[in-house]
């Protein structure tokens, strides 16, 4: 899923989304397109992103929001 598709569907502002992905919290394959880079989002990525933005427009913190959002990302698997 690319950078666009993925801004629609979970409604995160891009530089929100873009912060993830600086903090480590995310690692979009980089597809290279021309003279820049795409990002393509997993559909792991893309449950992370939607479970962290949960938090964060709850009023978590980003850390704390990354911890909640993996906390119940893993207990869904189990």
Same mark, same amino acid.
């Given at each position: 899923?690319?950078? =666009?598709?993925?801004?629609?569907?979970?409604?995160?502002?891009?530089? #929100?989304?873009?912060?993830?992905? @600086? #903090?480590?919290?995310?690692?979009?394959?980089?597809?290279?397109?021309?003279?820049?880079?795409?990002?393509?989002? =997993? @559909?792991?990525?893309?449950?992370?992103?939607?479970?962290?933005?949960?938090?964060? #427009?709850?009023?978590?913190?980003?850390?704390?929001?990354?911890? #909640?959002?993996?906390?119940?990302?893993?207990?869904? @698997?189990?």
């Amino acid at each position: 899923m690319q950078t =666009s598709e993925l801004l629609k569907k979970v409604d995160i502002p891009r530089h #929100k989304l873009y912060y993830l992905e @600086q #903090k480590g919290y995310i690692r979009p394959k980089r597809l290279p397109k021309g003279d820049i880079e795409a990002r393509e989002y =997993s @559909q792991e990525d893309y449950q992370k992103i939607e479970a962290i933005w949960h938090f964060l #427009k709850r009023g978590f913190k980003h850390k704390v929001a990354y911890q #909640k959002a993996m906390e119940k990302l893993n207990h869904k @698997q189990n």
